[in-house]
C-alpha cells in the first residue's frame, strides 16, 4: 500500500530555532572557535601573533567571499542549497583543523569557514526572514541574531570545557566539532523550506531599490563597524591572558561577550523604534569605541570584564540594525541587500587583523591595535551622521 502521507509542515518557533543554531554553527563554531582556542593553538604550536592574523584575515576572506556569492545569487534554491551545504561544512572545518600543523591546511580550513559563516549568517537569515514573510508573519532580525550571542557563549564555554578535560590542542579542536552536533541535528531538520518555483522566479525579478548614496555611505560606516568588531572577536581572549593578573581570565571574557550579546538585540530594536536608526547606531557606535578602549587604558580586571560586556551588546546591537535598516528598504529580497552591505564589513574583517597581529608583533603590545581601531570607529560615525534621511 502506498504511502500517502506527507511531511508535517514545520511551525514558526521550528523555523526560528533552526536559523539560531544555524548560527550557531557557522558563525560560533566556524568562525568564533578559533579566538577561544587560539592560546593553546600559539603555545603548543608556535603560531605567532602576525600568523593568528594572518589566519584570522583568511577567515574573513572566506566570509567576503561568501558575501559576494550572496549577493549575486538571485535563485532562493540555490540560496537553500549553499545553506545546507554550509551547515555541515562548518562542522568539517573545525575538526580538520585538528589534523595538521601545515599552514597552507590551517588557511584552506579557515577559508572555508568564512564560506560557512556567509551562508549562516546572509543565507541562512534571508531564508529565515523570506519565510516568515510569506507565512503572514512579521520578521524578527532580534530573535534570529540571539544565535550570534549564543555562538560566542557555546564557543567561550565549550572551549573552556574541553580544555579542562584535553590538554592538547588538536583534541580541543576536535572536542569542539563533536560539541557542534548538537546543534547541527535541529539546524538540519528545521531548515526553512524552499519555495514553490513560481514564488522563488517572482522574487528573484525584483531587484532591491536603495540610492547609490545612501548605500555608499552606509557601506563606509559598516566598515568602520567591521573593524571594531574584528579586533575583539580575534584577538579578546589572547588580549585577556597576556596580563598577568588576568591569566586564566580569557574565556570567561569571551563568554561574556556572548552573554551580553544575546538580550541586547531586543535593547536595541527598543531604542531605534525610539529615537530613529541613525542616532541609535550612532550611540552603538560611541558605546562600542568606549567598550574597545577599555583595556588599553587599565590592565584591571572590571576593565577587561566591562569592555567584554561592552563589546558585546554593542556589536550586535550595529548588525542587526544595520541589516535590518537595509533589509526594510529591499523588502522582495532583504538577503541580497544584506549581502551586498556585508561586503564592505567583511573587507574590514579582513585587513584589520593583519594590521593588528603585525603591530602587536612589532610592538609585544595590542594597545596600538585597539588606539587605531578608535580612531576607525570615529570614523565611521562621522560618516553615519552624514547618513541621507530619503531614499532617492
Not at 91 to 102: E, G, K, P, Q, R
Not at 166 to 178: G, K, Y
Not at 203 to 208: D, E, G, K, L, M
Request: one cysteine or more; hydrophobic letters at 55%; a positive charge.
Amino acid at each position: 500500500m502506498q504511502n500517502t502521507q506527507t511531511p508535517r509542515p514545520l511551525k514558526p518557533w521550528q523555523v526560528m530555532l533552526g536559523g539560531i543554531f544555524g548560527l550557531v554553527l557557522s558563525i560560533g563554531m566556524a568562525r568564533f572557535a578559533f579566538t577561544p582556542l587560539l592560546p593553546a593553538l600559539q603555545l603548543q604550536t608556535g603560531l605567532s601573533d602576525a600568523g593568528a592574523g594572518g589566519l584570522a584575515a583568511i577567515n574573513y576572506a572566506g566570509y567576503i567571499s561568501g558575501a559576494l556569492a550572496a549577493a549575486w545569487i538571485d535563485d532562493v534554491r540555490w540560496r537553500h542549497r549553499l545553506y545546507s551545504m554550509g551547515l555541515w561544512l562548518s562542522l568539517l572545518t573545525v575538526a580538520a583543523m585538528a589534523m595538521s600543523t601545515w599552514m597552507p591546511s590551517w588557511v584552506l580550513w579557515r577559508y572555508l569557514g568564512g564560506l560557512c559563516g556567509a551562508t549562516g549568517m546572509l543565507l541562512g537569515a534571508g531564508l529565515v526572514l523570506g519565510w516568515l514573510m510569506r507565512q503572514g508573519r512579521r520578521p524578527e532580525l532580534g530573535v534570529l541574531f540571539i544565535g550570534l550571542g549564543l555562538g560566542i557563549v557555546v564557543s567561550a564555554l565549550g572551549a573552556w570545557g574541553v580544555s579542562r578535560i584535553w590538554s592538547l590542542w588538536s583534541d580541543q579542536w576536535l572536542a569542539m566539532a563533536a560539541v557542534g552536533l548538537v546543534f547541527f541535528v535541529p539546524a538540519w531538520l528545521w531548515r526553512p523550506p524552499v519555495p514553490p518555483a513560481a514564488l522563488a522566479a517572482n522574487a528573484a525579478q525584483v531587484a532591491p531599490k536603495v540610492s547609490r548614496r545612501w548605500m555608499l555611505t552606509m557601506a563606509g560606516s559598516y566598515f568602520a563597524a567591521g573593524w571594531g568588531f574584528v579586533i575583539n572577536a580575534t584577538f579578546t581572549v589572547a588580549m585577556v591572558e597576556r596580563e598577568p593578573a588576568l591569566a586564566g581570565q580569557g574565556a570567561l571574557a569571551w563568554a561574556l561577550v556572548g552573554l551580553a550579546a544575546m538580550p541586547a538585540v531586543f535593547l536595541w530594536d527598543k531604542v531605534a523604534r525610539r529615537f530613529g536608526d541613525t542616532r541609535a547606531l550612532l550611540l552603538a557606535f560611541g558605546l562600542q569605541t568606549v567598550s574597545i578602549v577599555l583595556p588599553a587604558v587599565s590592565a584591571s580586571l572590571f576593565a577587561a570584564l566591562a569592555g567584554a560586556v561592552g563589546y558585546g551588546a554593542t556589536f550586535i546591537g550595529i548588525v542587526s540594525m544595520t541589516l535590518a535598516l537595509v533589509g526594510r528598504r529591499a523588502p522582495q529580497n532583504p538577503g541580497k541587500a544584506m549581502a551586498r552591505l556585508t561586503l564592505s564589513y567583511g573587507a574590514a574583517q579582513v585587513v584589520a587583523p593583519v594590521v593588528a597581529g603585525a603591530m602587536a608583533q612589532a610592538t609585544g603590545t595590542f594597545k596600538g591595535a585597539i588606539w587605531l581601531t578608535a580612531a576607525v570607529m570615529a570614523a565611521g560615525m562621522a560618516l553615519l551622521a552624514t547618513l541621507p534621511k530619503d531614499q532617492d
